[in-house]
Structure formats: C-alpha cells, structure tokens
C-alpha cells in the first residue's frame, strides 16, 4: 500500500505543480530553491542596510566635522570662548578625569572680550609675550590657532585705536624670532600642523609688522587746553604716572619745553627706585663728572641687566580653596562670602607657572 504523507519511510519525494505539467521534486531541490531565495533576500536587505548606515556615517562625519571645524577654528569666523573662570585640577580624581593643561586654560578662558578691556590688555599683550618666548610648543593644536586668531585681534586693535603701538611691535618680533627656530625644528614634533600652515602664519606677522611700522598718527583736534599750557609742576606731576622711560624719552621729543622737563633728575630717581631694588641700584651706580648720579643712564643699563616691575589694573585670581581661574571682577561665590582669605592675584608668569607640573 502506498503512502499518502510523509514519514519517515517517505523517499522524502513530492508533486510539484509547474507550468510543464506536474513533477516529482526531492527535499534536497526544495531546500535548495528556498536557499537561494533566503540568500536573495539576505543580500538585497544587506545593501539596504549598508545605504543606510553610509548615509548616516556620512551625516555624523558632516556634523562632527563643523564642530571640530568650530573647536577649531578652521571656519571663516573664529570661535572664540565665553568663559570668565575655569576649574584648575593637576591630577585625576575619581570626580574628575585627567588634568587641567596651560592649552585647555588659554583656549576657555575670555580673553577675546579682554582685549578689548583697557585694564586687561596689556595683561593679556604680556601673557602672550611670554608663550610666544617658551610656551608655544606645549600648546595644543586648537590652543596655537586660537593664539593666532587673539593675536590678530590684538593687532587690529592697535591699528585702529593708535595706541600701545610698541609694545605689539614687540611682541611680534619675539614671536617671529621664536617660530624661525621652531619651523626649523619641525620634525621635532615642537609644533602642530603642516609648516607650510606655519610660513603662512609668519608672513601674517610679517605684514602686521609692516602695517605697524607704517601707522600714522592722527593729531587729535584741539578743544581746550594742552598739556604744554599747564604749569611745570602739573606736567612733572603726570610725568611721574609714566612707568615706561621710553614713554619719557618720546614725550621729551615733543616739544623743547617738554624735553626739559623730562631730564629731570629726580623724576628719572624715582623711576629707578620704584622698579628697581636698592641691592640692584647699588651694582649699577653711575656718577657724573659733577658727582651727581646719571639716574636716566643707570636706568636704562638696569633695564637691560633686570626685569622690570609688573602693573596691571586687573589680572587673573586663583582661589586656593576650589581651585577655580578667574577674573577679578567676576561674582565668585568664594570672593563673596569671605573676599581676601583664597584668592590671589596672578601675574603673566605666575599664571603660566600655575599649569607647569
């Protein structure tokens, strides 16, 4: 008697209707049928899969791109940080990852808007004076563009305000020379980027020295009474506000009444006592044929052989208690409740020496 299903005497054989007419197929030919359409299958939903993911990779990779581009500061607009204080931490904690760094702290901290603050700029100018001459190379890669982009804004500023016309010229000579031996050591890994970036960077710099050189000074419109028309002892009153002897020495080329007043001799003593310790005076004393002290020639040799005393109308704070970098005028909650017991002030130096551990 033939079997009617199957089982597991079957030959495992069955009728298959077609369009020739009706045929015996085996299990293996229907397996094999539903193999390559399964395969089919798989292969099409695999593409569609594979589209997928390309489109999405290729949107993640345009947005992680414009923000790396604004981290960067490789878009037409420079992007510039907002942040008045950061959290200074040297050391990984278990609230904390990882550290701090002089890159990190230049690249958050607003010193775009403090450029623009009379108090803070020459603060900020002797800050980037001072990485320009040893610091450059520890910077980041993000933090030696955003140096570049503060210092074009620097430049700007002095172009268009005609004001602190030296010290910029000066702080681009020292970056100048600083680049010519650091592109030259540039399979030292000492800076970041292609050195064709960095030839473009110096000849930006060159030019601004140019421009600078070229600046001309528009005399102010008279509205009233000049300095020259004030008693001598008013105008050797604000003379004594000078702390720059250069500053003397170019308002003495003004006018002959004024280069008179500025060989005075106890104006010059007093610019020496004040940046100059009497340990340093006394290494360095000068007396003339008279017996008299040269004051204005001992205070250009103590200039050359000592630093001069640092003045800033603001600066940088660090609390000691939550470690946080701030500026002065800045409502920290610390400050707030008990003003002078953890904060102190940082000049230029102390501030790069705060991340050098």
């Keep these: 008697m033939p079997f009617l299903g199957q089982d597991w005497r079957s030959p495992g054989q069955s009728w298959v209707k077609t369009e020739e007419g009706w045929k015996k197929t085996t299990a293996d030919d229907k397996n094999n049928n539903v193999s390559v359409e399964s395969f089919c299958k798989a292969e ?8 997928n993911l390309l489109l999405s990779l290729s949107y993640d990779m345009a947005a992680k791109k414009r923000k790396k581009d ?40 607003d010193f775009c808007s403090a450029i623009k603050d009379t108090r803070r700029f020459n603060y900020v100018v002797r800050l980037l004076e001072l990485i320009a001459k ?29 004001q ?86 170019s ?12 060989e005075d001799r106890l104006l010059w003593k007093r610019l020496c006592q004040y940046h100059f310790t009497d340990r340093q005076i006394r290494k360095r004393l000068l007396v003339s044929d008279k017996g008299h002290l040269e004051w204005k020639k001992m205070y250009f040799k103590l200039s050359r052989c000592y630093p001069h005393r640092e003045q800033y109308s603001d600066t940088l704070h660090f609390c000691t208690h939550c470690h946080i970098l701030f500026w002065k005028d800045t409502n920290h909650p610390c400050t707030a409740n008990n003003p002078e017991s953890c904060t102190m002030a940082l000049y230029p130096q102390d501030f790069i020496n705060l991340f050098n551990f």
């Design 44 to 51: 099409e939903e695999e593409c569609f899969i594979k589209e």
């Design 164 to 249: 602190n016309v030296r010290p910029i010229k000066e702080l681009l000579q020292t970056l100048y020379v600083s680049l010519c031996g650091l592109v030259q050591d540039m399979g030292k890994s000492v800076l970041v980027g292609n050195i064709n970036t960095w030839v473009h960077r110096m000849e930006n710099i060159m030019q601004w020295q140019h421009q600078l050189d070229n600046i001309q000074i528009n005399r102010p419109k008279s509205t009233g009474m000049t300095l020259t028309d004030l008693p001598a002892s008013l105008q050797l009153n604000i003379m004594e506000r000078l702390s720059d002897g250069r500053d003397l020495v």
């Design 251 to 262: 308002l003495g080329q003004v006018c002959p009444e004024l280069g008179a007043l500025t």
């Design 70 to 109: 604004l981290m960067n500061n490789n878009s037409k607009v420079p992007y510039f940080h907002r942040e008045k204080w950061i959290y200074v931490h040297k050391g990984s904690t278990k609230e904390r990852h990882g550290y701090c760094t002089l890159g990190e702290a230049f690249n958050r901290l």
């Design 134 to 162: 040893s610091q450059l190379p520890s910077l980041s890669g993000v933090a030696q563009k955003n140096y570049m982009n503060i210092l074009e804004r620097v430049v700007q500023k002095v172009l268009v305000d005609q």
